[in-house]
């Protein structure tokens, strides 16, 4: 746990609540979800909703406890020890993906129709922008939303959407103008009942594998016009806000995960003995292990700082890219060390460093790509 320098009681209270629903409404199962490739969300976030994980930086009026970003990053750090990644990534995107655009730039309807309900946990909610020809390159999508009275036709797919099996409604970017430039877009709430919607079968992914990753579809699906988020025209700007948030959640399950696998691979280097000694002995691996924890600690210090800045009403774009860049090399870093350090039993499937080593493979491509976090770290430092 940290040191008291940065939580008070109320901070430990919120964690030491976290870290009994992990260990016992979550990690009992997490072998199970991972064998059948699901994990119930509904069932999952209604708890987590109901004890009010869903919506901890979130106005009371619509459901959140009214907390700030340190509350927001015990979450994350107490959520990084579920033992795989799967449902922290599900429910990033429900806190950190989905919902943030809808409350700052929503109406009043769209709040009580969709952000309470996705707050209290009764709804599953997915971030819609990937599509098969537009990753990184968000301006490059295709899918579009007309105009037309008092509703928009939205056409077009999405692709490696998280939660998109399940979920109940999308906070999606579409094109609402040929127009070049980026006011040619318009970020909309799709609730996934209505006629013109189909998902595709889940996909077989390297890790996240009890996540559900869906291609979605759009055949000239109705959306009614209230259902825009904010102003037309504006919704790239919103998204690239909203990514910010994406991020930063990273940055907390990072560095707790790298810790994590550092802790069972030196209880595994203790129990392992070779040529007469324990391989904790050797001091080549006490060495790439400390190194990991230097860096883990230096992330953490440098996502502390971001929380400051937030807090501040800083721009936070720079910071947060850099945390994103460092936290997605550094974990495969570590992932690929630990597991290197297990042998063969490394390589077996069942054992959870095999679970971390496909799972944090993720962190350096979704949410904006290593090398997309560099062009933006050299962009807003002027060159």
């Keep these: 746990?940290?040191?008291?320098?940065?939580?008070?009681?109320?901070?430990?209270?919120?964690?030491?609540?976290?870290?009994?629903?992990?260990?016992?409404?979550?990690?009992?199962?997490?072998?199970?979800?991972?064998?059948?490739?699901?994990?119930?969300?509904?069932?999952?976030?209604?708890?987590?909703?109901?004890?009010?994980?869903?919506?901890?930086?979130?106005?009371?009026?619509?459901?959140?406890?009214g907390l700030d970003y340190w509350y927001e990053c015990i979450f994350y750090e107490e959520f990084a020890h579920i033992k795989g990644c799967s449902l922290p990534l599900a429910a990033a995107v429900q806190i950190s993906m989905a919902t943030?655009?809808?409350?700052?730039?929503?109406?009043?309807?769209?709040?009580?129709?969709?952000?309470?309900?996705?707050?209290?946990?009764?709804?599953?909610?997915?971030?819609?922008?990937?599509?098969?020809?537009?990753?990184?390159?968000?301006?490059?999508?295709?899918?579009?939303?007309a105009a037309n009275k008092d509703h928009y036709i939205l056409n077009g797919s999405k692709t490696y959407i998280t939660n998109g099996a399940q979920a109940d409604f999308l906070t999606l970017l579409a094109r609402t103008s040929d127009e070049p430039g980026y006011h040619s877009f318009s970020l909309f709430v799709v609730p996934t009942d209505l006629p013109g919607f189909s998902a595709g079968p889940k996909m077989d992914k390297l890790g996240m594998r009890a996540s559900d990753t869906a291609e979605l579809f759009f055949d000239n699906m109705k959306i009614p016009a209230q259902n825009l988020i904010g102003k037309q025209g504006e919704g790239f700007i919103y998204q690239m806000k909203q990514f910010q948030h994406e991020?930063?959640?990273?940055?907390?399950?990072?560095y707790t995960?790298?810790?994590?696998?550092?802790?069972?691979?030196?209880?595994?280097?203790?129990?392992?003995?070779?040529?007469?000694?324990?391989l904790i002995a050797k001091q080549v691996l006490r060495h790439r292990l400390a190194g990991y924890l230097?860096?883990?600690?230096?992330?953490?210090?440098?996502?502390?700082?971001?929380?400051?800045?937030?807090?501040?009403?800083?721009d936070v774009t720079k910071q947060v890219s850099m945390g994103k860049l460092i936290a997605g090399d550094l974990i495969i870093k570590a992932a690929?060390?630990?597991?290197?350090?297990?042998?063969?039993?490394?390589?077996?499937?069942?054992?959870?460093?095999?679970?971390?080593?496909?799972?944090?493979?993720?962190?350096?491509?979704?949410?904006?790509?290593?090398?997309?976090m560099s062009d933006i770290i050299a962009k807003t430092s002027g060159f």
């Design 1 to 65: 746990m940290a040191s008291d320098i940065y939580f008070n009681k109320d901070h430990h209270a919120v964690r030491m609540a976290v870290r009994e629903f992990v260990n016992k409404r979550i990690n009992p199962y997490v072998d199970e979800w991972e064998k059948n490739g699901f994990i119930p969300l509904h069932q999952v976030f209604k708890q987590m909703g109901e004890l009010g994980f869903l919506g901890i930086r979130y106005d009371l009026q619509y459901g959140g406890e």
């Design 294 to 314: 230097a860096q883990a600690e230096s992330l953490q210090q440098l996502t502390y700082h971001i929380i400051r800045m937030k807090m501040a009403g800083q």
């Design 336 to 372: 690929g060390g630990c597991l290197q350090m297990f042998g063969g039993s490394g390589f077996i499937n069942d054992t959870l460093i095999s679970r971390y080593y496909r799972d944090v493979r993720l962190l350096s491509i979704g949410g904006g790509a290593s090398e997309v």
């Design 247 to 254: 991020r930063f959640a990273v940055l907390p399950l990072a």
């Design 100 to 145: 943030p655009a809808i409350y700052e730039f929503g109406s009043e309807y769209l709040k009580e129709t969709y952000l309470k309900p996705a707050l209290k946990g009764e709804k599953v909610a997915a971030i819609a922008v990937t599509e098969p020809g537009a990753g990184s390159d968000v301006s490059a999508i295709c899918t579009t939303a």
């Design 257 to 278: 995960l790298v810790r994590d696998m550092a802790d069972i691979t030196v209880e595994h280097l203790k129990n392992r003995v070779a040529f007469a000694k324990p």
